[in-house]
Each structure stands twice: as C-alpha cells, then as structure tokens.
C-alpha cells in the first residue's frame, strides 16, 4: 500500500471539513444579513394598517427598573395607540417590571381598562400565549419590540400561524457595538431556528 494511497482519505476529509465550515459561515452570514433587512421597518403610525391590538413585548428580568431600551418601546405603544392603531395593549413579560410598564403606559393616557397581560419569560411563549388567543384572526397584532429582533419574531408568529407586524421602537435599528453584538445573538437565533424550526428555539 502506498503512502499515497494512505494520504488520500485524509485530504479528502479535510477537503470536505472545509467545505462544511464554508457553508455554514456563508449561511450564518445570511441569516445576519435577515436580521439587518428585517429591521429596516417603518415606525411611523402611517405605515402601519388598524390592528386587533398593540403588543409590548415587555420586560422578563428580576428587577423594576425599566431600561432606556424599554422606555423607547413604551414610547412606541403610546405613539401608535394615540394613533387609533388599535383599541387596546397587551404588556407581554415577567417580573415585577410588567407593573411598571403597566404604571408608565397609564401615566402617559392608556387606560388600565384597555391593557391586558400576558405573563411570559421569552418571546416563543409570548407567542404561544397570543395564538391561544388570537390564532387565526383576519386583522393582525402590531408587535413592538427592537427592530433587530424583527426578523426572529416574524418566524416564530409564522410558525404559531400568528399574523402580526413588528413597529420597533425608534433608534433601536442602530448598530452601535451593543446592537453589533445583538445582531450576533439574533443571527444565530435565526440559524438555529431555520434548522430545527422557530417553534423550538426558546431565545430571548
């Protein structure tokens, strides 16, 4: 047997390794480039059609305190509830920061009568909670939420068969160095998603 003969087998498999890693960068690169399409939405009340109801995709951390990404988003639920975009919010979350939200939504004119709470740790539960819900409605639920995480959340609604629409918070399309290493964490959220199915991908 020749060493060649031997040599052979190896470089095939190296060949095939490699050629493994390049696909599987190329399609994470265009899941990232999905995610960065996705968050090209429109924010303004104009683009967007009525809707059953408005949807905060809300805090799920240990604490009260309300982040300045938290804040836009509420900002964006009252921009388009002054709008007549829907007659009515759902605060999805966990934690004692629902209440807040809940408490900064009525300081700025939505009536506690016209909000409603969906008690959920992540978005494909939040998701789930609205199918139950609102499951094959004709109208749709506008979603508000970061704009990178657009593309991920369509993907898991579709899969529920959930009709929604994202209308991000203004300036959470940006990619700064944190929203750099969001894009990272949606990128993959997508990947993993397209391979064993959105409905199964419990992130974020």
Known sequence: MSILSLISPFAWARRILSLIF?????????????????????????????????????????????????????????????????????????????????????????????????????????MAALMNSYGGRSSELIVVADALQATYIENVASSDQLRIVVSPAIGSESISTSGFLQLTKEASAVAVGKIIGFSNVDWG
């Open 22 to 126: 390049i696909l599987a960068v190329a399609f994470y690169i265009y899941c990232g480039y999905l995610v960065y399409q996705g968050s090209r939405l429109q924010t303004n009340a104009s683009s967007l059609k009525p809707g059953r109801a408005i949807v905060l995709l809300g805090p799920t951390g240990p604490t009260a305190e309300l982040s300045g990404d938290m804040i836009g988003r509420l900002n964006q639920v009252i921009s388009l509830y002054e709008a007549h975009i829907a007659p009515k919010v759902i605060v999805a979350g966990s934690g004692p920061g629902v209440s807040f939200a809940k408490q900064y939504l009525s300081e700025n004119k939505i009536p506690i009568l016209r909000m409603t709470v969906i008690h959920s740790g992540s978005i494909p539960s939040a």
